[in-house]
């Protein structure tokens, strides 16, 4: 199966490009945006060798129907999808903070947590609990954009005394997180899943706040199934997920975590292919309508006609 690692497109208008861990990001004038969800994956930070096909379709897919579905919410970012892979928008200038919220103790929460921390990001966690339960309610734990490296935890204090993002605007994205949370949980709700963790990014445009980004995909949340949560729990068995936490277990199985003097490893094919697999599992169990794979032949050729073909009227 094909699969698209990086792409060196060059569009009318073009003035840069930003070659994110998943993204391919081209800055085109007009304030226009033209992203490619590539086919990499990436886990603690590392770019992993081997690509997963259709993993950027799905991505770009879900994304888009939940920005559709939240729009009533917050304005968001984007104005078209022109190609399976391919997102067009508005260029808004990041907050350098991502808004994470959780409403379960579960991923980097959960290891702070075993670690004996009982403080996240200057928000306390309950005493008494254990891996993935609920709390009582969620919490938004933010993280600071790195240019390179790992996104570091902070506090809303932090946030507002760096002056970061000022304290009204900053009041503004709890708002808008929370209420995103809510609808993504709503939404999650109603498909037999549980929508345990997730980020939002945060964008302005004249002087107006826009949601920008992907929301709720496997690369962003991390979702649980409803039906048989509780019995796992109260057995102290894992949950099933539907999330990028078994790349990342497969990855730690492997001796990777991305530390010094780590070396990342191979993925099999057949490892590989099941990483599609799950992709399309999540985005049929959440989006609840079948997935239809792309014709991938010529996904590079496929993408530039179609890309070029929308230019022509957006704007």
Same mark, same amino acid.
């Given at each position: 199966?094909?699969?698209?690692?990086?792409?060196?497109?060059?569009?009318?208008?073009?003035?840069?490009?930003?070659?994110?861990?998943?993204? !391919?990001?081209?800055?085109? @004038?007009? !304030?226009?945006?033209?992203?490619?969800?590539?086919?990499?994956?990436?886990?603690?930070?590392?770019?992993?060798?081997e690509a997963i096909p259709y993993k950027g379709q799905v991505l770009n897919?879900?994304?888009? /129907?939940?920005? *559709?579905?939240?729009?009533?919410?917050?304005?968001?970012?984007?104005?078209?999808? =022109?190609?399976?892979?391919v997102a067009v928008g508005h260029h808004c200038e990041p907050y350098k903070i991502e808004m994470v919220?959780?409403?379960?103790?579960?991923?980097?929460?959960?290891? @702070?947590? *075993?670690?004996?921390?009982?403080?996240?990001?200057?928000?306390?966690?309950?005493?008494?609990?254990? @891996?993935?339960?609920?709390? =009582?309610? =969620?919490?938004?734990t933010p993280a600071t954009k790195a240019e390179e490296g790992h996104d570091e935890d902070i506090s809303r204090e932090e946030i507002i005394a760096q002056n970061i993002v000022s304290k009204e605007e900053y009041e503004q994205l709890e708002k808008y997180t929370y209420a995103l949370f809510e609808r993504g949980t709503q939404l999650a709700?109603?498909?037999?899943?549980?929508?345990?963790?997730?980020?939002?990014?945060?964008?302005?445009?004249?002087? /107006?706040?826009y949601l920008i980004d992907e929301i709720h995909t496997p690369d962003s949340s991390r979702y649980f199934y409803a039906d048989g949560y509780e019995e796992r729990q109260a057995?102290?068995?894992?949950? /099933?997920?539907?999330?990028k936490e078994f790349v990342r277990e497969w990855l730690i199985a492997h001796d990777f975590q991305g530390l010094d003097g780590q070396t990342l490893p191979h993925m099999p094919e057949d490892f590989v292919n099941s990483v599609t697999e799950r992709y399309i599992e999540l985005y049929e169990k959440i989006i609840g309508e079948k997935f239809v794979k792309a014709d991938n032949s010529d996904i590079e050729n496929r993408i530039e006609k179609n890309v070029l073909n929308n230019l022509q009227h957006v704007g």
């Open positions: 199966m094909n699969a698209v690692k990086s792409t060196t497109f060059n569009f009318p208008g073009q003035k840069s490009v930003y070659n994110g861990k998943v993204r !391919d990001v081209y800055f085109l @004038e007009n !304030d226009l945006l033209v992203i490619v969800a590539s086919d990499r994956i990436s886990a603690f930070d590392h770019i992993l060798h897919q879900l994304a888009a /129907k939940m920005l *559709k579905a939240t729009a009533d919410i917050v304005p968001n970012w984007l104005l078209d999808t =022109p190609d399976p892979m919220i959780r409403g379960y103790m579960s991923g980097h929460a959960a290891r @702070e947590y *075993k670690a004996g921390r009982r403080l996240l990001c200057g928000v306390e966690m309950p005493e008494g609990m254990k @891996e993935n339960d609920k709390f =009582p309610s =969620p919490i938004i709700a109603e498909k037999g899943l549980i929508l345990v963790d997730t980020k939002y990014e945060f964008g302005k445009k004249d002087g /107006k706040i057995k102290g068995e894992k949950q /099933k997920q539907l999330s």
